[in-house]
């Protein structure tokens, strides 16, 4: 899943709407070609063994000439020439053509014969569902068709005029003058067939419930536990990834990857914005509805964390394939989660996609809903990161230790098994927690921020610990409450229960942090200080861990290379 986001001047946006009666449609970007015919029926397969039988489906990318059509597209937009656009996406100018008439409330019509074609032979068939890439559909302004082209041929881009808008509300595609197809809009967008397919909830479920014996199994040696999870390819960083390309691009970039939620100042303004998305397909193939929601309130945290307001979310939502019950079961209790999670947390959904029939061979994926979330940051000054920054700053954590360790990055490490009951959340307290983050950053009470997530308490005090020289920590913690089934250690320390927050916090500021937090709702203990070169965690009188942050940090940062590495090998 890939997450863009875009900053535009609200009064300059231009809409995927075409108006104008008369108004020429213009094709611009690269020529058309077979490759991504079918792609968006292909996206909605299962595979096997004769999946690459499906390759023509799909697209062929190139990103060079993708940056000159989008800087060719913006200058023309920053004209008053272009009154509509859309990109050829999923079913290529069968969807852009059908949808910008749709939503102007009027006619398309246009000759494909007039479409620029990189392979010969295509009938009007190919052409209107090749999803070929670089391209984007114009609705111009009559009279202004020169101006137009001039920009296109100045980025060596084709912009050719392939039709133009017509009264009523048809799409009529002709082929060299002749009539090919002729639809009402409508039918092809807002009348679309709504499925009611039969859902089901999965046999067996309550033996998921139950947490695997190793989750009892007392914990002998937290220091070499604690080690081994940092490198999870889940837990582990991903600097092997984000290396490979320049986030320092446009200068826009204020929390370096890695370091938090991202975010990115608006130029010509003193705010910024922050960014996370987040899923986890171990909680919503126990719980899919507690599931999407824990995903929803992750990401909203982190970006709260970095001291930003959620101001919205999308989605990307990942099944197998939904003609199965107990898929469509998950898909609609994952919806229905999601609904609960936005309406609470005050965050509306802007857009999102789906991805169905998720499955090789027969084996569908975990369900795996991702939510990406946007926060506004009004001071981009009060800015927070997830590492400590310096010694001698207090440690405060935030939130309640549930005692919990259903569906864990533990639980699936001793056990390769995902087991027990997903983490619980209170969305109310979610969002006064979140709001309190906002607060204090705001009023530059904090000096980090960090949630607790994957791999617990442990894991988000080790990670607070890289990225700034590190910078030591000494904590002493609770002992998490007895649930059956699991050791109360390894709960206390790996167990991953929602909407918990480590913060750095000047000395001075303490008592501010733990009054508001007390006006918020939340939950709040001192458990220690930063500094020194060690982590060391304490619960209750016992130290259980203490280990060279250097140590931890090098396993953390080179364990997903040396992964990679061996499954390619």
Same mark, same amino acid.
């Given at each position: 899943?890939?997450?863009?986001?875009?900053?535009?001047?609200?009064?300059?946006?231009?809409?995927?709407?075409?108006?104008?009666?008369?108004?020429?449609?213009?094709?611009?970007?690269?020529?058309?070609?077979?490759?991504?015919?079918?792609?968006?029926?292909?996206?909605?397969?299962?595979?096997?063994?004769?999946?690459?039988?499906?390759?023509?489906?799909?697209?062929?990318?190139?990103?060079?000439?993708?940056?000159?059509?989008?800087?060719?597209?913006?200058?023309?937009?920053?004209?008053?020439?272009?009154?509509?656009?859309?990109?050829?996406?999923?079913?290529?100018?069968?969807?852009?053509?059908?949808?910008?008439?749709?939503?102007?409330?009027?006619?398309?019509?246009?000759?494909?014969?007039?479409?620029?074609?990189?392979?010969?032979?295509?009938?009007?068939?190919?052409?209107?569902?090749?999803?070929?890439?670089?391209?984007?559909?114009?609705?111009?302004?009559?009279?202004?068709?020169?101006?137009?082209?001039?920009?296109?041929?100045?980025?060596?881009?084709?912009?050719?005029?392939?039709?133009?808008?017509?009264?009523?509300?048809?799409?009529?595609?002709?082929?060299?003058?002749?009539?090919?197809?002729?639809?009402?809009?409508?039918?092809?967008?807002?009348?679309?067939?709504?499925?009611?397919?039969?859902?089901?909830?999965?046999?067996? !479920?309550?033996?998921?419930?139950?947490?695997?014996? =190793? #989750?009892? +199994?007392? $914990?002998? *040696? /937290?220091?070499? %536990? &604690?080690?081994?999870?940092?490198?999870?390819?889940?837990?582990?960083?991903?600097?092997?990834?984000?290396?490979?390309?320049?986030?320092?691009?446009?200068?826009?970039?204020?929390?370096?990857?890695?370091?938090?939620?991202?975010?990115?100042?608006?130029?010509?303004?003193?705010?910024?914005?922050?960014?996370?998305?987040?899923?986890?397909?171990?909680?919503?193939?126990?719980?899919?509805?507690?599931?999407?929601?824990?995903?929803?309130?992750?990401?909203?945290?982190?970006?709260?964390?970095?001291?930003?307001?959620?101001?919205?979310?999308?989605?990307?939502?990942?099944?197998?394939?939904?003609? !199965?019950?107990?898929?469509?079961?998950?898909?609609? =209790? #994952?919806? +229905?989660? $999601?609904? *609960? /999670?936005?309406? %609470? &947390?005050?965050?509306?959904?802007?857009?999102?996609?789906?991805?169905?029939?998720?499955?090789?061979?027969?084996?569908?994926?975990?369900?795996?809903?991702?939510?990406?979330?946007?926060?506004?940051?009004?001071?981009?000054?009060?800015?927070?990161?997830?590492?400590?920054?310096?010694?001698?700053?207090?440690?405060?954590?935030?939130?309640?230790?549930?005692?919990?360790?259903?569906?864990?990055?533990?639980?699936?490490?001793?056990?390769?098994?995902?087991?027990?009951?997903?983490?619980?959340?209170?969305?109310?307290?979610?969002?006064?927690?979140?709001?309190?983050?906002?607060?204090?950053?705001? !009023?530059?009470?904090?000096?980090?921020?960090?949630?607790? #997530?994957?791999?617990?308490?442990?894991?988000?005090?080790?990670?607070?610990?890289?990225?700034?020289?590190?910078?030591?920590?000494?904590?002493?913690?609770?002992?998490?409450?007895?649930?059956?089934?699991?050791?109360?250690?390894?709960?206390?320390?790996?167990?991953?229960?929602?909407?918990?927050?480590?913060?750095?916090?000047?000395?001075?500021?303490?008592?501010?942090?733990?009054?508001?937090?007390?006006?918020?709702?939340?939950?709040?203990?001192?458990?220690?200080?930063?500094?020194?070169?060690?982590?060391?965690?304490?619960?209750?009188?016992?130290?259980?861990?203490?280990?060279?942050?250097?140590?931890?940090?090098?396993?953390?940062?080179?364990?997903?290379?040396?992964?990679?590495?061996?499954?390619?090998?």
């Amino acid at each position: 899943n890939m997450f863009c986001l875009g900053i535009a001047k609200h009064d300059a946006i231009v809409t995927g709407s075409a108006s104008g009666v008369g108004n020429p449609v213009y094709y611009v970007g690269a020529k058309t070609g077979r490759d991504g015919i079918h792609g968006a029926t292909m996206a909605s397969a299962e595979f096997d063994e004769k999946s690459a039988e499906k390759r023509p489906a799909v697209q062929v990318g190139d990103p060079f000439m993708e940056k000159l059509l989008l800087e060719a597209c913006l200058e023309v937009m920053a004209t008053d020439a272009c009154v509509g656009v859309q990109d050829m996406g999923a079913a290529g100018l069968t969807c852009s053509t059908s949808e910008t008439g749709a939503r102007g409330g009027v006619g398309v019509e246009i000759d494909v014969a007039k479409v620029p074609q990189r392979e010969t032979g295509m009938t009007p068939y190919e052409i209107m569902l090749s999803e070929s890439q670089e391209r984007m559909l114009l609705i111009v302004k009559k009279g202004r068709e020169a101006e137009v082209e001039r920009v296109f041929a100045k980025w060596d881009l084709h912009a050719v005029r392939i039709g133009e808008v017509t009264a009523g509300e048809r799409l009529r595609i002709l082929d060299h003058g002749t009539v090919v197809a002729d639809v009402p809009n409508r039918a092809l967008t807002d009348e679309a067939p709504v499925y009611r397919r039969p859902l089901e909830r999965p046999e067996g !479920r309550e033996a998921l419930a139950v947490l695997p014996p =190793e #989750a009892a +199994a007392p $914990l002998t *040696d /937290a220091r070499a %536990t &604690l080690l081994a999870l940092l490198e999870r390819p889940g837990i582990a960083s991903k600097h092997w990834i984000y290396q490979q390309y320049d986030h320092m691009v446009r200068t826009n970039t204020i929390v370096p990857t890695g370091m938090g939620a991202g975010v990115v100042r608006v130029k010509g303004t003193n705010t910024a914005l922050a960014m996370s998305v987040d899923g986890n397909g171990r909680y919503c193939q126990l719980d899919p509805r507690r599931g999407t929601q824990l995903a929803l309130a992750e990401a909203a945290r982190n970006v709260a964390c970095a001291g930003g307001l959620p101001i919205g979310a999308t989605n990307c939502l990942n099944f197998g394939n939904p003609e !199965r019950p107990e898929i469509m079961w998950q898909f609609s =209790e #994952a919806i +229905a989660g $999601l609904i *609960d /999670a936005c309406e %609470t &947390l005050e965050i509306p959904i802007t857009g999102g996609n789906v991805s169905l029939y998720n499955e090789t061979d027969g084996k569908p994926i975990l369900p795996t809903p991702v939510l990406g979330v946007v926060g506004l940051i009004e001071d981009a000054s009060r800015v927070r990161g997830r590492a400590f920054p310096a010694a001698g700053l207090e440690i405060v954590l935030l939130g309640e230790d549930r005692g919990e360790l259903g569906g864990s990055e533990y639980v699936k490490m001793v056990s390769g098994l995902v087991r027990g009951r997903a983490p619980d959340i209170d969305l109310g307290i979610e969002r006064e927690l979140q709001r309190l983050l906002v607060d204090l950053a705001a !009023r530059g009470l904090t000096q980090s921020a960090h949630d607790c #997530a994957e791999g617990g308490v442990a894991v988000t005090m080790a990670e607070c610990c890289f990225g700034t020289g590190g910078v030591g920590a000494d904590v002493t913690i609770d002992l998490a409450p007895a649930n059956r089934g699991m050791d109360r250690l390894a709960a206390t320390l790996f167990g991953e229960s929602a909407s918990r927050v480590v913060l750095a916090v000047d000395p001075r500021d303490v008592d501010e942090v733990l009054d508001s937090a007390e006006r918020f709702g939340i939950n709040a203990v001192q458990i220690g200080r930063t500094g020194g070169d060690v982590l060391r965690i304490r619960v209750g009188r016992d130290t259980v861990v203490e280990c060279a942050v250097a140590e931890a940090e090098r396993r953390w940062s080179q364990a997903l290379a040396t992964w990679l590495e061996g499954r390619a090998a």
